[in-house]
């Protein structure tokens, strides 16, 4: 069965600084996907990044870029340039039939 | 593209009642994912559909419990005889997953239907 852990369940950051959220997952799967949702307040989940397991090459969408360690089964997720609207509950999903960690809350201050 | 949509966006009901949501997917999506999450927690994968056919259930999901795909598009949830423990957020999902090679997709979440039951 699919693991993922999130060990940071609150963090805050002063806009335009960088955060770093850390994610570690488990699977027997040879070939993987992992992604990184964010919910806003809102709650509507909305995809921030994902990444390929085969893929060396750490994915980056703008500000968001990942930290892919598939040795350590680690999966980081880091914001620069922080947004008040980066304000949510990030998780850390992977899987066909997504098994989510259970989030870190990012709080974003001016 | 209009996005994953679902009805009701809340639902307030007394134990044993039954209810029902549905959930209207990204059009020409072929995956239709349900899934519940409850307060601090990350979603918990229930069912899925691939066009009609009902692939996996999770073992979350009791007899109460019942998903419908009737023609491949929007999809159904329904709970019968409500009990406490059902309160929570259902979320649907909806991906177009190719039928050769090996990519999953993205899936593509509706804003919920946030069930309390009373």
């Known amino acids: 069965a699919q693991t993922v852990t999130q060990s940071q369940p609150e963090m805050s950051v002063q806009e335009a600084e960088t955060v770093t959220l850390s994610c570690t997952y488990d699977?027997?799967?040879?070939?993987?996907?992992l992604f990184w949702y964010k919910q806003p307040p809102s709650r509507q989940m909305i995809l921030v990044i994902r990444?390929?397991?085969?893929?060396?090459q750490n994915a980056t969408e703008n500000r968001f870029s990942v930290n892919f360690q598939k040795a350590a089964k680690s999966f980081s997720l880091k914001i620069s340039d922080s947004q008040l609207g980066d304000t949510a509950m990030y998780f850390c999903?992977?899987?066909?039939?997504?098994?989510f960690g259970t989030g870190t809350r990012l709080l974003v201050s001016p | 593209d209009t996005g994953v949509s679902q009805d009701p966006r809340h639902k307030i009901t007394k134990r044993g009642q039954n209810v029902t949501f549905r959930c209207d997917p990204i059009?020409?999506?072929?995956?239709l994912y349900w899934y519940r999450q409850t307060l601090g927690q990350g979603p918990e994968f229930l069912t899925y559909?691939?066009?009609?056919?009902?692939?996996?259930k999770s073992r979350l999901l009791s007899d109460r419990f019942s998903a419908e795909r009737p023609k491949g598009s929007f999809s159904t949830l329904e709970i019968q005889r409500t009990e406490q423990g059902d309160s929570a957020m259902y979320l649907c999902?909806?991906?177009?997953?190719?039928?050769?090679?090996?990519?999953?997709?993205?899936?593509?979440f509706g804003p919920g239907t946030r069930l309390l039951v009373l």
């Open positions: 999902a909806s991906s177009l997953e190719r039928v050769v090679g090996p990519i999953q997709e993205t899936q593509y």
């Open positions: 990444q390929e397991a085969y893929k060396q």
């Open positions: 059009s020409e999506h072929n995956r």
């Open positions: 559909f691939q066009n009609e056919a009902q692939l996996e």
């Open positions: 699977t027997s799967e040879s070939n993987y996907y």
């Open positions: 999903a992977s899987g066909e039939k997504l098994v």
